[in-house]
């Protein structure tokens, strides 16, 4: 495919970015993915994502409707680039409802899961069949220039381009400080295991019947002090599994920083103990801590649209479940970003139907 003349900047190597960039190429713009590690030496989010993508609405909302058809999304993705990690997962549910756990058991709740260790090793393939330039640098400075954005990378480059998209998770505020206050940051911690446990059978997802880390991020404006759980699930992970979901969110204007980690990795070991249904002493023993900063809204729904008295300048980010809401979103942004007139308008009403425009943001961007 002909490259288009460079427009569209994308910073963010995780999942939102990348799969941003494939569905703007897509549309035959040219775009840039600024994709670097994090300065602390921390994971990435998506790298210590479960990937689970429930094919049901978990809420009854718009936006979980949607998310629902994410399969269809992840399939067509790799009709076009190959295998990503996609595949259907079988489900053990655990929790106070019997009969939730017997649907799970029976098969009646459908279920997918992108294994994020086979992700990461095919996503830039993708990335490169789809002729989207890379930039593995992190973005020091980002400032308005005539008719765009300059972007200052930590290899003493610089990049440019008509439109700039936020899609760095955590790493959002560090670039633009002006931010929706809805929009947050956690740590999050499992442990990782070499191999998926003999002792479960066939590697299949066991998973709370509700994860308590979605009610602690509604608390997350309101806590007067630092605060953590653990949800005790297990998912398979390359040839191994992740295990267990520690989250801690600081006070309201407290440091950002992450939590110390050995005190996490006790905290997530004991309730592991203590509350997951299945029992893996020896496996467990030998797990490694991951940590990683997950960035959220408080409200629930992520931030797709333009930044407030930016032009050019848009958000990709806030996530609750991004492996389900990421790929149904994606395009639509993509519309709005490079698409004909007509396609972005439909595009950006969708968008707002969804309830994901940001409040405030300029619709005639």
Same mark, same amino acid.
């Not at 799969?19 to 210590?48: F, H, K, M, Y």
């Not at 429930?54 to 067509?76: D, E, K, Y």
């Not at 479960?200 to 509700?210: D, H, S």
């Given at each position: 495919?002909?490259v288009?003349p460079?427009?569209?900047?994308?910073?963010?190597?995780?999942?939102?970015?990348p799969?941003l960039?494939?569905e703007?190429?897509?549309?035959?713009?040219?775009?840039?993915?600024?994709d670097?590690a $994090?300065?602390?030496?921390?994971?990435?989010a998506?790298?210590i994502?479960?990937?689970?993508i $429930?094919?049901?609405?978990?809420? $009854?909302?718009p936006?979980?409707?949607?998310?629902a058809?994410a399969?269809?999304?992840?399939?067509?993705?790799?009709q076009?680039y190959?295998?990503?990690?996609?595949q259907?997962?079988?489900?053990?549910?655990?929790?106070?409802?019997?009969?939730?756990s017997l649907?799970g058991?029976?098969?009646?709740? $459908?279920?997918?899961?992108?294994?994020?260790?086979v992700?990461?090793?095919?996503?830039?393939?993708?990335?490169?069949?789809a002729?989207?330039?890379?930039?593995? *640098?992190?973005?020091?400075?980002l400032?308005p220039?005539?008719?765009?954005?300059t972007?200052?990378l930590?290899?003493?480059s610089?990049?440019?381009?008509d439109?700039?998209?936020?899609?760095?998770g955590?790493?959002?505020?560090?670039l633009?400080p002006?931010?929706p206050?809805i929009?947050?940051?956690?740590?999050?911690?499992?442990?990782?295991?070499?191999?998926?446990?003999?002792?479960?059978?066939r590697p299949a997802?066991?998973?709370?019947?509700?994860?308590?880390?979605l009610?602690?991020?509604?608390?997350?404006?309101?806590l007067?002090?630092s605060d953590w759980?653990v949800?005790?699930?297990?998912?398979p992970w /390359?040839?191994?599994?992740?295990v267990?979901q520690?989250?801690?969110i600081?006070?309201?204007g407290?440091?950002?920083?992450?939590p110390?980690?050995?005190?996490?990795?006790?905290?997530?070991?004991?309730?592991l103990? *203590?509350?997951a249904?299945?029992?893996?002493?020896?496996a467990? /023993?030998?797990?490694?801590?991951?940590?990683?900063?997950?960035?959220?809204?408080?409200?629930?729904?992520?931030?797709?649209?333009?930044?407030?008295d930016?032009?050019?300048?848009?958000?990709f980010?806030?996530?609750? /479940?991004?492996?389900?809401?990421?790929p149904v979103?994606a395009?639509?942004?993509?519309?709005?970003?490079?698409?004909?007139?007509?396609?972005?308008?439909?595009?950006?009403?969708?968008?707002?139907?969804?309830g994901?425009?940001?409040?405030?943001?300029?619709?005639g961007?």
């Amino acid at each position: 495919m002909q490259v288009a003349p460079a427009g569209v900047v994308i910073v963010g190597g995780g999942l939102a970015g990348p799969l941003l960039a494939l569905e703007v190429r897509a549309l035959g713009a040219a775009v840039t993915l600024i994709d670097g590690a $994090p300065s602390d030496g921390s994971s990435s989010a998506t790298a210590i994502s479960y990937g689970v993508i $429930p094919g049901w609405p978990l809420a $009854p909302t718009p936006l979980a409707r949607r998310s629902a058809s994410a399969s269809r999304h992840w399939r067509a993705l790799e009709q076009r680039y190959g295998p990503l990690g996609w595949q259907r997962r079988g489900l053990l549910l655990h929790g106070p409802n019997r009969w939730l756990s017997l649907l799970g058991r029976l098969g009646l709740l $459908p279920l997918a899961q992108v294994d994020t260790a086979v992700l990461a090793q095919r996503l830039p393939v993708a990335l490169e069949q789809a002729g989207v330039e890379r930039r593995s *640098a992190r973005v020091e400075a980002l400032t308005p220039a005539a008719g765009g954005w300059t972007l200052q990378l930590s290899d003493g480059s610089t990049c440019s381009g008509d439109q700039v998209v936020l899609a760095a998770g955590a790493g959002c505020w560090q670039l633009w400080p002006g931010l929706p206050r809805i929009l947050r940051r956690s740590w999050a911690a499992v442990l990782e295991l070499s191999a998926f446990p003999t002792a479960l059978g066939r590697p299949a997802a066991w998973l709370p019947q509700g994860f308590a880390r979605l009610a602690l991020e509604r608390r997350a404006a309101s806590l007067e002090q630092s605060d953590w759980l653990v949800d005790p699930g297990l998912v398979p992970w /390359g040839r191994g599994a992740l295990v267990g979901q520690h989250t801690w969110i600081a006070a309201q204007g407290a440091a950002a920083g992450p939590p110390v980690a050995d005190r996490c990795e006790q905290q997530l070991r004991e309730e592991l103990a *203590a509350r997951a249904p299945w029992t893996l002493d020896e496996a467990i /023993g030998s797990a490694v801590l991951r940590q990683a900063a997950v960035a959220f809204s408080c409200n629930g729904a992520p931030l797709v649209g333009p930044v407030q008295d930016a032009p050019g300048l848009w958000l990709f980010t806030g996530f609750s /479940g991004a492996f389900a809401q990421v790929p149904v979103l994606a395009p639509l942004l993509a519309q709005r970003l490079a698409g004909p007139r007509q396609r972005g308008v439909h595009a950006q009403r969708e968008l707002q139907q969804l309830g994901v425009w940001p409040q405030g943001a300029d619709s005639g961007q």
